[in-house]
């Protein structure tokens, strides 16, 4: 087939570089104008322009994809479908209905569920057993087209969203080229979604980080793995930022300290108080300092049992 390629992050690489050795004509990659990045706010290309240039591929960077300028540009490219994945724009009817097979995107989450911007990430915070990846013919709602393929993926307990991210996305190229092939046979069987279950995946922010330490130990837990790597779970010791990697639920009968507060320290880690339970924090990062594991930290910072978290 001529594909038209829509993508901006890490995610939609793979995709677009599997459509590319399947064999399929990439006849324009269109993503996001560059950023500026760094101290120095130089501006570097997305993931994805990197990708196509490094195969020889056309890139298309418009500001507003809306604007009559675009989807004029669109409308003379040849194609016979467009494929969408992790664009970043909202893409409007004239060009939904451009091309002979429409347009289809790459959603990492098992539609219905998590429809929205962050699938992967909400799937870790909530305690998910499972995600995967849903092939859909977009239509003008937020994720709401006709499904067309589906792969289920369990998630690890130990489960991060980059870890997530990793997975779906190589899920999502190999899903994608079995869909545009079934596509091009007229095999596939469109499903409808329905209404029920959904789950709305809304737009991570650094905001959404801040530990509150009056939740239960799981919820935290599952916060620091969902927003591992970006945008990362923190919280404060003594004024200075203080970011938490990595860690592990501690049962507990009654609670031992004020929520926060750090309960004892070893060798190895640091037990800190939450509203149910408490978390046994294993990797952290200090404002201005390195990643590093509790141990490091510990050698190098004096934190004493007592101490309280978030002030």
Same mark, same amino acid.
């Given at each position: 087939?001529? @594909? $038209?390629?829509? %993508?901006?992050?890490?995610?939609?690489?793979?995709? /677009?570089?599997?459509?590319?050795?399947?064999?399929?004509? =990439?006849?324009?990659?269109?993503?996001?104008?560059?950023?500026?990045?760094?101290?120095?706010?130089?501006?570097?290309?997305?993931? @994805? +322009?990197?990708?196509?240039?490094?195969?020889?591929?056309? =890139?298309?960077?418009?500001?507003?994809?809306?604007?009559?300028?675009?989807?004029?540009?669109?409308?003379? @490219?040849?194609?016979?479908? $467009?494929?969408?994945?992790?664009?970043?724009?909202?893409?409007?009817?004239? $060009?939904?209905?451009?091309?002979?097979?429409?347009?289809?995107? @790459?959603?990492?989450?098992?539609?219905?569920?998590?429809?929205?911007?962050?699938?992967?990430?909400?799937?870790?915070?909530?305690?998910?057993?499972?995600?995967?990846?849903?092939?859909?013919?977009?239509?003008?709602?937020?994720?709401?087209?006709?499904?067309? /393929?589906?792969?289920?993926?369990?998630?690890?307990?130990?489960?991060?969203?980059?870890?997530?991210?990793?997975?779906?996305?190589?899920?999502?190229?190999?899903?994608?080229?079995?869909?545009?092939?079934? /596509?091009?046979?007229?095999?596939?069987?469109?499903?409808? &979604?329905?209404?029920?279950?959904?789950?709305?995946?809304?737009?991570?922010?650094?905001?959404?980080? +801040?530990?509150?330490?009056?939740?239960?130990?799981?919820?935290?837990?599952?916060?620091?793995?969902?927003?591992?790597?970006?945008?990362?779970?923190?919280?404060?010791?003594? %004024?200075?930022?203080?970011?938490?990697?990595?860690?592990? =639920?501690?049962? &507990?009968?009654?609670?031992?300290?004020?929520?926060?507060?750090?309960?004892?320290?070893?060798?190895?880690?640091?037990?800190? &108080?939450? %509203?149910?339970?408490?978390?046994?924090?294993?990797?952290?990062?200090?404002?201005? +300092?390195?990643?590093?594991?509790?141990?490091?930290?510990?050698?190098?910072?004096?934190?004493?049992?007592?101490?309280?978290?978030?002030?």
């Amino acid at each position: 087939m001529k @594909v $038209i390629f829509m %993508g901006t992050p890490d995610f939609a690489v793979g995709t /677009l570089k599997a459509l590319h050795e399947a064999g399929h004509e =990439v006849t324009l990659v269109v993503s996001q104008p560059d950023k500026p990045k760094g101290r120095k706010q130089e501006l570097s290309p997305t993931p @994805v +322009k990197a990708a196509a240039e490094q195969l020889g591929l056309p =890139v298309y960077q418009p500001s507003k994809i809306r604007a009559e300028e675009s989807i004029e540009y669109l409308r003379n @490219v040849e194609a016979d479908v $467009i494929v969408v994945a992790a664009f970043g724009q909202i893409i409007p009817k004239a $060009i939904l209905e451009m091309k002979k097979y429409g347009c289809i995107n @790459v959603h990492a989450s098992l539609l219905p569920r998590y429809r929205g911007a962050a699938p992967i990430q909400w799937a870790v915070i909530n305690g998910e057993k499972e995600s995967g990846v849903t092939i859909m013919q977009m239509d003008e709602g937020l994720d709401t087209g006709d499904m067309l /393929l589906k792969e289920t993926v369990p998630l690890e307990e130990k489960e991060t969203g980059g870890s997530l991210f990793d997975k779906l996305s190589r899920v999502g190229a190999d899903l994608c080229v079995k869909a545009l092939k079934e /596509l091009e046979k007229g095999t596939i069987v469109p499903e409808k &979604q329905g209404e029920s279950p959904t789950a709305y995946a809304s737009m991570l922010t650094k905001e959404m980080g +801040k530990i509150d330490w009056t939740k239960d130990a799981e919820s935290i837990e599952r916060l620091v793995r969902g927003l591992n790597p970006w945008p990362s779970a923190y919280t404060k010791l003594n %004024g200075k930022t203080l970011k938490i990697w990595e860690c592990k =639920v501690v049962r &507990q009968d009654a609670s031992k300290g004020e929520c926060g507060e750090i309960l004892n320290t070893t060798k190895d880690f640091l037990t800190v &108080q939450a %509203g149910k339970d408490a978390l046994e924090v294993t990797e952290l990062q200090l404002e201005g +300092k390195k990643r590093m594991d509790a141990g490091s930290f510990l050698r190098g910072n004096s934190v004493s049992a007592g101490t309280v978290l978030g002030v």
